[in-house]
């Protein structure tokens, strides 16, 4: 489906003394773009087929603000990383939505041996600790 591309006129409508019979082929227009947008959504477009996409989906990683306690407003962060600066506090997060998919990136800084404490709204569901070329680095995947 094309969007519609023929815009509709208010040549006889934008004044009080205007006649709205005149302007019955762009109140006609006007419903065919409606009803053309209605259709594609309807049948065709983004929301007709749940779960099938034919190209990948993504958020876009976001940095979060180092600090003794980490905010993470999921609202506008559903990926996010943040490197420890020092032992931390993974605050609860804000704005989660129930079946909503949410991670966070956690890397240590070059010291290393940083602790990291997580608020009561998360739940472990696995643990994966990797290491590749420095025992500074480990991955966690966590639930909220």
């Not at 065919?32 to 983004?46: H, K, Q, R, W």
């Not at 876009?60 to 506090?89: E, F, H, P």
Request: glycine content about 8%.
């Amino acid at each position: 489906m094309a969007w519609p591309t023929t815009q509709a006129g208010t040549t006889h409508l934008n004044e009080g003394s205007d006649n709205p019979g005149s302007a019955r082929s762009d109140i006609k227009q006007n419903v065919d773009n409606v009803n053309a947008i209605l259709d594609f959504y309807s049948t065709s477009g983004p929301y007709a087929t749940v779960g099938n996409y034919t190209k990948q989906q993504y958020f876009g990683l976001a940095t979060l603000t180092d600090a003794s306690s980490i905010a993470w407003d999921l609202a506008d962060n559903q990926v996010a990383t943040v490197t420890l600066g020092g032992n931390r506090t993974l605050a609860n997060p804000t704005n989660q939505q129930a079946g909503a998919t949410y991670v966070i990136i956690v890397k240590q800084d070059g010291s290393g041996n940083r602790t990291l404490a997580y608020g009561s709204d998360y739940k472990w569901i696995r643990l994966q600790v990797s290491r590749r070329h420095s025992t500074n680095t480990f991955n966690r995947h966590k639930r909220c």
